[in-house]
């Protein structure tokens, strides 16, 4: 028995995969496995996505590319983000392709290139709309495009964009985006026609095959997350994590004696209360004060009073079998009860995303 763990199950990550391999057709699939892959282990995961049809990765940054790059050399990999000077020269050791979207950078990248004795691998960004990373001056982007093919120190290995609103499924926006992205890649292609083209995300993969293009890169929905927020079985996703912990203590509490920091929960009768030895130092966040369902014998019961940093009390009731010793579920399902990481972050008020990135590093990962 564990404090508290996180499951994975790998097999789910291959079967999404397949999955969404199978809506992408001819197009690639690209795994995306940044923040250890949304907080599921990235290396495991890269192995069951690749399992599943994957055949190429990306991350965000430089120690990302490094660990990833290190363990599957023989994958063509991805650095998404914006890299310091220092980051460029980790990242190229890394063997990874770099996203450029800036003339100075473009430079950088080739004298970079040559130092390391062979060409980098560039993917030019055209900020069709996100407005964030990448030129949003098609003019410009055409002109860092022949720049790259031009170089001898550069390989023009990509042209990309990325959706601000995919996975709003009523936004005119997208369709903006795409309309944009659509010009400015046939253009490319025209005089570049080995170059990948690559624009969606998981919702996009999921809403509109005009958005796929020779390559998507699909984070989300590898690990049986819903892009729209929903149920997942919606979209034929498994969830692949399960965090887990176990009832330390069961104590009876007479109505109005309080649990936890503040009082800010008093029972109302005569009751039980499980302590559960997981708190917001695990990434079970505060803000599910009073607020959340935990599984024990496949039954929901409400999770009651403050959030600690290494634990939380739930109300088992007047009643109770529930013993020291048995398992809780705080994500993910037991028995016939399920517990989404959708449903944790409807009650933050946030995505499923942040809901598996938060589980901290003092949460060990283990195989389902
Ligand atoms: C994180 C990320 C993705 C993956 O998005 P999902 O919604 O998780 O599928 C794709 N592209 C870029 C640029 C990203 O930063």
Request: with cysteine; aromatic share 6%; glycine share 8%.
């Amino acid at each position: 028995m564990e404090r508290a763990s996180a499951r994975i199950d790998y097999d789910a990550v291959r079967a999404n995969c397949a999955r969404l391999k199978v809506e992408l057709g001819e197009a690639e699939l690209c795994a995306v496995v940044k923040a250890d892959g949304y907080g599921h282990g990235a290396d495991a995961c890269v192995a069951a996505a690749l399992d599943g049809g994957a055949t190429r990765l990306a991350v965000a940054t430089a120690s990302e590319a490094e660990q990833v790059g290190r363990r599957f050399q023989h994958v063509p990999l991805l650095t998404m983000g914006a890299l310091t000077e220092e980051e460029v020269d980790a990242a190229i050791s890394a063997g990874s392709e770099l996203a450029l979207w800036r003339e100075d950078f473009r430079r950088l990248l080739a004298d970079r290139s040559r130092a390391h004795g062979r060409p980098g691998r560039v993917h030019v960004k055209y900020d069709s709309g996100m407005g964030r990373l990448g030129n949003s001056d098609p003019d410009e982007v055409m002109a860092l495009v022949r720049a790259c093919a031009e170089d001898p120190d550069l390989e023009l290995a990509g042209i990309w964009t990325h959706f601000a609103t995919a996975d709003e499924l009523d936004s005119d926006y997208f369709e903006e985006q795409l309309g944009r992205f659509e010009r400015l890649a046939a253009a490319v292609k025209e005089q570049h026609p080995g170059v990948l083209v690559h624009a969606a995300n998981s919702a996009a993969v999921l809403r509109d095959r005009r958005a796929h293009f020779g390559m998507a890169r699909c984070g989300v929905a590898i690990y049986g997350l819903d892009p729209f927020q929903r149920d997942p079985a919606e979209q034929d996703l498994r969830p692949a994590l399960t965090l887990s912990s176990h009832v330390a203590d069961v104590k009876r509490f007479p109505a109005g004696a309080s649990a936890g920091y503040g009082r800010k929960w008093k029972a109302p009768v005569d009751t039980w209360v499980g302590v559960i030895p997981v708190g917001y130092g695990d990434g079970v966040r505060r803000a599910l004060t009073n607020n959340a369902d935990v599984l024990v014998h496949g039954r929901r019961h409400p999770l009651v009073g403050t959030v600690s940093m290494d634990n939380i009390t739930i109300d088992l009731g007047p009643e109770t079998e529930v013993e020291p010793g048995d398992e809780a579920v705080l994500i993910g399902r037991q028995g016939d009860e399920q517990i989404l990481a959708e449903e944790v972050a409807h009650r933050l008020d946030t995505i499923n995303y942040e809901v598996t990135c938060a589980i901290s590093p003092r949460v060990p990962r283990r195989p389902a």
